[in-house]
């Protein structure tokens, strides 16, 4: 049914609230814009620091409809308050099941009856970027030669991955080379930008690996 999944817990299937209504906002763009004195127009600094835009927090408003009892109607207000009043969680959209957000919750009204029929407002804000359902994995073992070279895909989102070798390993990336022994690493100058990012991976024939990291979209 037409609802938002909150945690674990479905607004429909839980609660009986039907989604009448939502928003989800896009994250606002953080820019930077210097005036010049003299001259024509102005410097943009927006990426001077980082390389890359960033982004403010997402806002998102959902509005529910239940129809129950009135005697019923506050109970139920009082279990859906505890579960997620002011509390961070993930959040899935009805028509985007793939993704999801991270945001803290809020009630903004009590239960607000009209006829037989009560209406639930809720808010959330949340972290800027939507992310993958699940995390990417990129897997293999190191052929005969002894190295092997990955490209991982990656959306929006700049991220660290996490590399996992069964054995000592050298990596390669960017045209820097990190010495690692067996374990589960994140290098921090190992950032993955939008688009395709080759590492190289050599070790003894055999070894494992695991290239693990979360894609983040708009």
Not at 44 to 71: N, W
Not at 151 to 160: E, G, K, Y
Request: aromatic letters at 12%.
């Amino acid at each position: 049914m037409y609802g938002i999944t909150f945690g674990d817990t479905h607004t429909y299937d839980s609660w009986g609230l039907f989604l009448i209504d939502f928003t989800m906002e896009l994250p606002p763009a953080k820019t930077k814009y210097v005036d010049l004195p003299i001259g024509n127009g102005s410097v943009d600094m927006t990426e001077a620091i980082f390389g890359d835009v960033s982004y403010g927090e997402r806002t998102a408003a959902f509005q529910f409809a239940v129809k129950l009892p009135f005697s019923d109607r506050i109970a139920l207000q009082n279990t859906i308050a505890a579960y997620l009043h002011g509390r961070r969680m993930r959040i899935v959209l009805p028509d985007d099941p793939y993704h999801y957000y991270m945001g803290r919750v809020q009630l903004t009204s009590g239960m607000i009856r009209e006829g037989t029929v009560d209406n639930l407002a809720m808010e959330a804000i949340c972290e800027p970027y939507k992310y993958k359902m699940f995390p990417t994995v990129v897997s293999g073992a190191v052929p005969a030669g002894g190295t092997v070279t990955r490209s991982c895909l990656n959306s929006r989102m700049r991220v660290i991955p996490e590399i996992t070798v069964s054995a000592a390993a050298t990596i390669i990336f960017g045209g820097s080379t990190y010495s690692v022994n067996a374990g589960t690493w994140k290098l921090t100058n190992v950032v993955f930008v939008e688009g395709d990012n080759e590492i190289t991976i050599t070790a003894a024939a055999g070894t494992t690996y695991s290239i693990t990291y979360q894609e983040g979209l708009i």
